[in-house]
């Protein structure tokens, strides 16, 4: 073969593909990395508009909750007040019971020793404004409370409450042993006549006597009174001390979440 013969057309064109066909393929994996990422970018936005709608979202509720509990911590101070105050009375008066019992003159303290005997029974509880941290409890949502010392004090604070609860179950055991006793110093027909028909309490005016003179009895009473007493002014101290770990979660809770 002449070495100078040309080379057919046919095979020219194999050797050598058309730059057309090569561009195209070109543009075709441009086009389609740029709608990858547009697909990519519009998956991705989609993904961090979604968390900031979560994240308003439970803000929101979070601070729903938060104002809650300020307003239990509000009802709590108020009703440890009305318990602290009554309790630091009833310590006053049992003990003037007891006094009185014990005293040689106690023929002429009939009235104050009934009317003060039905004081005994009388009570105040502390009720625990407890609805929004039971909520976030039972439905595991201590979570939401973004504020990790806040949560720890508010649990430390409902650890305090329930020993209050403790101490107040024993208060009512002694009640009820001294209401065993009673009987043995006491006329049951006239402690009862210290209370009306609309259960309020009334003083005797006919000098009711106790039913023995058995200072042993009568002494054995008035320990429980007395007893009892001093366990009414420990839980009024208990209570202050509450009163105060209530107002400190509160003013914590107030500067953590800007409520001033």
């Known amino acids: 073969m002449d070495e100078n013969q040309s080379i057919p057309k046919e095979q020219t064109e194999e050797s050598h593909p058309p730059t057309e066909a090569a561009s195209n393929?070109?543009?075709?994996w441009k086009s389609y990395f740029?709608?990858?990422?547009?697909?990519?970018?519009?998956?991705?936005?989609?993904?961090?508009a979604e968390n900031y709608r979560e994240s308003l979202t439970a803000q929101k509720v979070e601070r729903d909750y938060i104002l809650s509990l300020v307003e239990?911590?509000?009802?709590?101070?108020?009703?440890?007040?009305?318990?602290?105050?009554?309790?630091?009375?009833?310590?006053?008066?049992m003990d003037s019971?007891?006094?009185?019992?014990?005293?040689?003159d106690r023929n002429l303290f009939g009235n104050q020793m009934y009317y003060l005997a039905r004081q005994v029974f009388n009570d105040r509880a502390f009720f625990y404004?407890?609805?929004?941290?039971?909520?976030?409890?039972?439905?595991?949502?201590l979570r939401l409370i973004s504020?990790?010392?806040?949560?720890?004090?508010?649990?430390?604070?409902?650890?305090?409450?329930?020993?209050?609860?403790?101490?107040d179950e024993n208060d009512n055991r002694t009640?009820?042993?001294?209401?065993?006793?009673?009987?043995?110093?006491?006329?049951?027909?006239?402690?009862?006549?210290?209370m009306d028909a609309e259960l309020k309490f009334v003083v005797p005016t006919t000098n009711p006597q106790l039913i023995t003179d058995d200072f042993a009895v009568i002494n054995e009473?008035?320990?429980?009174?007395?007893?009892?007493?001093?366990?009414?002014?420990?839980?009024?101290?208990?209570?202050?001390?509450?009163?105060?770990d209530a107002g400190r979660l509160l003013e914590l809770i107030q500067a953590e979440y800007n409520l001033n």
């Open 72 to 93: 239990d911590l509000k009802m709590d101070t108020a009703n440890l007040n009305g318990y602290i105050a009554f309790r630091k009375e009833k310590s006053v008066l």
């Open 34 to 48: 740029k709608e990858f990422f547009m697909l990519f970018l519009a998956v991705f936005c989609g993904f961090l």
């Open 97 to 104: 019971l007891a006094q009185m019992m014990l005293s040689k």
């Open 129 to 141: 404004s407890d609805g929004t941290i039971q909520q976030l409890k039972n439905a595991g949502s």
């Open 175 to 194: 009640k009820s042993t001294f209401r065993e006793m009673g009987g043995k110093v006491f006329n049951s027909l006239e402690l009862n006549n210290t």
């Open 221 to 244: 009473v008035a320990f429980q009174i007395h007893y009892l007493s001093k366990m009414t002014k420990g839980n009024s101290i208990r209570a202050e001390a509450l009163r105060t």
């Open 147 to 167: 504020k990790r010392n806040v949560v720890n004090e508010l649990l430390n604070y409902e650890k305090k409450v329930k020993v209050l609860e403790e101490w």
């Open 25 to 28: 393929s070109k543009g075709t």
